[in-house]
C-alpha cells in the first residue's frame, strides 16, 4: 500500500503570513485502487514574533505536512484508507456482472 501525504491549501493572514489553517490529504493506492481523505487542520496558537515563526513564502510542503501530520493520527487515517481498498479489491474479485458493450 502506498501512502501519499500532500497540502492542497493554506489558509492564511495576509498581514503578518500567519498560517490559520492547513487542507491536507492522504491518497492511497494499490494495485490500481485508491482511495483520498481530505482533512483539515487549524492552528489557534502562534504568533508570527515567535522565535519559530517561519515567514509564508518560505514554508515549504515538508515544513506545514509536519505541522499537519503531528496534529493528527496518520496511521488511523492510512487504515481507513487501507480498508476502503481491500473492499474495492474484494467487491471488484468478487463481481459476477458488468454493463457495456463489446465495441468501443
Known amino acids: ?17 500567519m498560517v490559520s489553517k492547513a487542507i491536507y490529504a ?25 522565535s519559530e515563526f ?6 515549504t510542503e515538508d515544513i506545514v505536512l509536519g505541522w499537519v501530520t503531528g496534529s493528527i493520527d496518520t496511521t488511523t487515517i492510512e487504515v481507513e484508507n487501507s480498508s476502503s481498498i481491500a473492499s474495492s479489491i474484494t467487491a471488484e474479485a468478487n463481481r459476477t456482472k ?7
Not at 458488468?98 to 468501443?104: A, R
Open 54 to 59: 517561519i515567514a509564508y513564502e518560505d514554508l
Open 98 to 104: 458488468e454493463n457495456g458493450t463489446p465495441w468501443l
Open 26 to 50: 492522504c491518497e492511497s493506492d494499490e494495485s490500481g485502487h485508491s482511495s483520498r481523505k481530505i482533512g483539515e487542520v487549524a492552528f489557534t496558537t502562534g504568533s508570527a514574533s515567535d
Open 1 to 17: 500500500m502506498n501512502h501519499i501525504w500532500k497540502i492542497y491549501d493554506l489558509n492564511r493572514t495576509l498581514s503578518d503570513g
